[in-house]
């Protein structure tokens, strides 16, 4: 904490001494729809916001891009595509929500989201609320939510080709093609991108393979990910238009085992197709009252082959579907200072799992989930004080027919409400400072699979409690000519939590428990010059397991986050060129709950370069060149599951 308290004494000093500052200007705009637009500027907490140019001509997915966030943490098994779970502030991967155009991507099975198979080839911007959620969610995540919003009607009559290869086989292109008629518009987007992760660590004891030297290649960590989506719009009138986006993803990665055998086969295929129908209407009463109405509609197919029987315990062929049904209406009234907001979400999931391996019936579930929300915001008339209230309710029917190993089946059926609120306040003062707080009460529903289980791997507790969060944060922020400064404090109490206890045969059962999760963030940069600005975050972090039923783990650290994070770069931009050399550094990351194992501090050193064209014709390239781990540090996300080493990825963007 010594380095949290010169960091802190630090940040005013740096605040002081700048000369060169300019007042703070509060710019108010009107939305285009109040109702379905998510506004960070409405927030009255830290907002992180990523715009595209951060994220475009590069070999990224959502977890490479969030990873140099304040107080964003991602862990991945090793390679482009492989697994990746985010934490906001301590949070586990099921406690951070993923919202694409306000459809879920959590599902209701294991509740988390994979990162590291997200692309952002048609993702416009990107939002991070580490704490409340933005008021026209009707679910709010104990962890936050990240918002992606895909590309708009602002980027028609483009043609975009992109081309990219670098370290292990990776290849990477992309098209895309947008156009307009009269108040018709639409793009079509196809990516694709591929990589052998055949990347070389060394074959120490815990990875040993007799079959090997001092190093060896990671073996089927092969990875192959085609991505297609489209918009398709139509502005009906002034005040209404209508939209329908499509998104399909189909991937193919290899299963790497601990010990790379050879032999190993074993595969995760899965394929997605996302739509969405979406209406606003924001002349109702005269303008005062705006709507946003989405029928979504998603079906997930997945199939895990463990045939060889190399990976885990015993030999599988698993297959699983999960198909959604759904409505999420919002109304936002705009009554001067003052902003009323109603949200109802309706989803029914359908969940099916059968492996071709087993003479068991194969599984099935379904969940009928409805969550409501009334917020209301407020900002004073010297635009100095902002406000906002949210209540939310949610309902959950759960029905689960699970086969038994004796050839019968066990039915179950529930029902639970759950209420949460949230409260935020802001202020400006002294011109460009402002001081931010806010508490809440939030709740995450167990899974399917903590309730009912999983084949071979997770026995099921029907007797789950859903976790519940007390959350407080207080953070102040100055803007100004030279960049900004922001420090914030959180704490997050979790009664009762939900973790994963393990037997002697690896398989494992959800049980309930109780943490505490305290810390501090700052998030600063400063502009140098107008072509170079340094930019730096850390995050340090405290946790506790309150749970005294089991000894060993009781008031020990919480596994599977690093509880010191630091980040600092510099950017260079001198037309045509641009440069970025950034440092990462993360430690106190623990992998099993009784802090026996202790991962190794993870050290990366990464750069960029870009040099962008302008041509007669008005047509625009960009080449970006891209070095990934420079000091080719060894790390360990998680336990005996490497990072790739040193690498580079050359990018090529044109467009017409």
Same mark, same amino acid.
């Given at each position: ?454 084949? %071979? ?6 007797? @789950?409690?859903?976790?519940? !969060?007390? #959350? /407080?944060?207080?953070? +102040?922020?100055? =803007? ?88 600092? %770069? ?6 045509? @060129?641009?440069?970025?050399? !950034?440092? #990462? /550094?993360?430690?106190? +990351?623990?992998? =099993? ?64």
């Amino acid at each position: 904490m010594r380095r949290f308290y010169c960091l802190l004494f630090l940040l005013p000093l740096a605040a002081a001494n700048a000369d060169d500052a300019a007042p703070f200007i509060i710019v108010e705009s009107a939305p285009a729809n109040a109702a379905s637009t998510i506004d960070p500027s409405k927030a009255t907490g830290p907002v992180r916001v990523i715009p595209r140019s951060e994220y475009e001509n590069r070999t990224a997915n959502l977890a490479d891009v969030l990873s140099n966030q304040t107080g964003v943490q991602i862990r991945q098994s090793g390679g482009l595509g492989s697994y990746s779970s985010v934490s906001i502030r301590g949070s586990t991967a099921r406690q951070v929500q993923v919202v694409v155009d306000g459809m879920l991507l959590n599902d209701p099975v294991t509740g988390g989201v994979d990162m590291g198979k997200l692309g952002l080839h048609d993702i416009s911007r990107i939002q991070v609320y580490p704490g409340g959620a933005p008021a026209q969610f009707a679910q709010a995540g104990i962890g936050g939510v990240v918002v992606m919003e895909t590309l708009g009607k602002d980027i028609e009559d483009t043609t975009r080709i992109n081309l990219g290869a670098g370290s292990f086989d990776t290849y990477k292109m992309g098209l895309f093609n947008s156009g307009s008629h009269e108040d018709f518009y639409y793009w079509v987007s196809l990516d694709r991108q591929s990589s052998n992760n055949d990347f070389e660590y060394p074959n120490s004891r815990e990875w040993f393979n007799p079959n090997d030297g001092a190093t060896t290649k990671r073996r089927n960590a092969d990875y192959e990910q085609d991505a297609v989506s489209t918009k398709l719009g139509w502005e009906i009138n002034n005040t209404s238009k209508l939209d329908a986006l499509i998104q399909y993803n189909d991937n193919e990665q290899g299963v790497p085992s601990i010990q790379n055998w050879q032999n190993n086969k074993a595969f995760l295929a899965n394929d997605t197709l996302r739509t969405q129908l979406h209406y606003q209407q924001q002349g109702w009463m005269d303008g005062q009252a705006h709507s946003s109405h989405r029928v979504i509609w998603s079906d997930a197919n997945e199939r895990y082959n463990n045939r060889t029987g190399l990976v885990g315990l015993g030999t599988t062929d698993v297959y699983t579907r999960t198909k959604q049904l759904g409505m999420a209406n919002t109304v936002t009234w705009l009554l001067g200072n003052h902003t009323l907001s109603a949200a109802i979400d309706v989803a029914k999931y359908d969940y099916r799992q059968n492996d071709k391996l087993s003479s068991d019936l194969p599984d099935e579930r379904g969940r009928l989930q409805i969550a409501s929300a009334l917020s209301h915001q407020w900002l004073s008339s010297n635009n100095r004080w902002r406000s906002q209230v949210s209540l939310r309710q949610y309902r959950i029917d759960d029905d689960s027919d699970e086969a038994l190993g004796n050839g019968t089946v066990t039915q179950t059926s529930s029902t639970n409400r759950y209420n949460s609120w949230q409260l935020g306040l802001s202020h400006y003062f002294a011109g460009n400072w402002e001081v931010s707080g806010a508490l809440s009460r939030q709740v995450r529903v167990p899974t399917l699979q903590e309730l009912y289980g999983q084949q %071979g791997l997770f026995v099921g507790n029907p007797d @789950l409690e859903a976790e519940e !969060s007390k #959350n /407080y944060e207080i953070t +102040l922020r100055t =803007d100004r000519g030279w960049g900004h400064a922001e420090l914030t404090g959180f704490y997050r109490e979790l009664d009762p939590a939900v973790a994963a206890i393990y037997d002697a045969r690896g398989v494992g059962r959800y049980t309930n428990l109780s943490a505490e999760i305290y810390g501090a963030e700052i998030d600063a940069l400063w502009r140098i010059y107008h072509w170079w600005e340094l930019y730096g975050n850390v995050t340090l972090q405290e946790s506790e397991n309150t749970d005294d039923s089991v000894r060993d783990r009781f008031e020990q650290r919480l596994p599977g986050i690093y509880h010191e994070s630091f980040v600092a %770069g510099s950017r260079w931009h001198i037309r045509p @060129l641009r440069f970025d050399v !950034s440092y #990462n /550094y993360d430690d106190k +990351l623990y992998y =099993d709950a009784a802090n026996r194992l202790m991962a190794d501090p993870r050290t990366l050193v990464n750069a960029s370069a870009s040099w962008t064209k302008i041509w007669p014709n008005r047509s625009e390239s960009e080449i970006t060149l891209e070095l990934q781990n420079i000091t080719d540090e060894i790390y360990q996300d998680f336990s005996r599951f490497p990072g790739p080493g040193r690498s580079w990825f050359v990018n090529v963007k044109h467009i017409f």
